[in-house]
């Protein structure tokens, strides 16, 4: 998820698909230039814009029974409805990596395996599901940063976010799953934290908020395509 505003355009940007791909990720084109962005990197790569970036903004990829327990008052655009089939049943269950294929091998994951990735201080992370849903609080160091991954393997939801607050790195542990999303303790304080928001609800950390780290969900044949030199989580 990205905001539609860039300092190179005077007004927010609208956006459509344009039908092509860029290493098997979607091509958007902006209506006001017409200039190609990828989706994967937030970024115009030719046309008027190109180099212009928009800014990334952290999002929860959930079910939507899952959401409804947390913001009970959503509203929701529907577009289309294939109501119980997936149109994509048979491509996850294929080994092919997408339309293009693979332009780097790594065998280091099945090709299709998904995955959280992210990036901080520019250099990218992926955390697969399958080691997620085996260990699904990960307090970890990524390019010198103390991040903590949440997951629940159950609807495949995750949030990733900085674990230093007012300059103190906590460390964080299963507090209850009992909740409408799954709760969290530091060791430091004691404070207890909802899972997938970051927000302290007791303790002496009460009301404070962990920043978020946008994250994506991806299969591991296109995320290293595009960042080859990702940090891979293995516990």
């Known amino acids: 998820m990205y905001a539609r505003d860039v300092e190179s355009y005077p007004e927010p940007l609208t956006f459509g698909v344009s039908g092509k791909l860029i290493m098997n990720v979607l091509v958007m084109y902006d209506r006001q230039t017409e200039s190609y962005w990828s989706q994967m990197l937030g970024q115009a790569v030719e046309g008027e814009l190109a180099g212009a970036k928009l800014t990334p903004l952290a999002s929860l990829q959930t079910t939507w029974a899952q959401w409804k327990a947390m913001h009970p008052g959503t509203q929701a655009l529907r577009k289309g409805y294939f109501g119980a089939r997936d149109p994509y049943t048979t491509y996850f269950r294929s080994n092919e990596a997408g339309v293009l294929g693979e332009t780097l091998a790594d065998s280091r994951l099945p090709t299709k395996a998904l995955g ?40 495949f939801t995750g949030a990733v976010f900085h674990r230093q607050v007012a300059g103190q790195t906590l460390t964080f542990t299963s ?23 970051g927000v302290a609800i007791a303790g002496p950390l009460a009301g404070t908020l962990l920043e978020r780290i946008p994250a994506t969900s991806s299969f591991w044949f296109g995320w290293k395509d595009w960042y080859p030199d990702t940090y891979l989580y293995q516990p």
């Open 175 to 197: 507090h209850s799953e009992d909740a409408p999303q799954p709760l969290l303790s530091d060791a430091e304080t004691g404070s207890v934290w909802r899972a997938f928001d």
């Open 116 to 155: 959280l990735g992210f990036r901080v201080q520019e250099q990218a992370a992926f955390f697969p599901y399958a080691a997620l849903i085996e260990a699904p609080l990960v307090n970890a160091v990524v390019a010198g940063e103390p991040v903590l991954v949440a997951f629940r393997g159950e609807d």
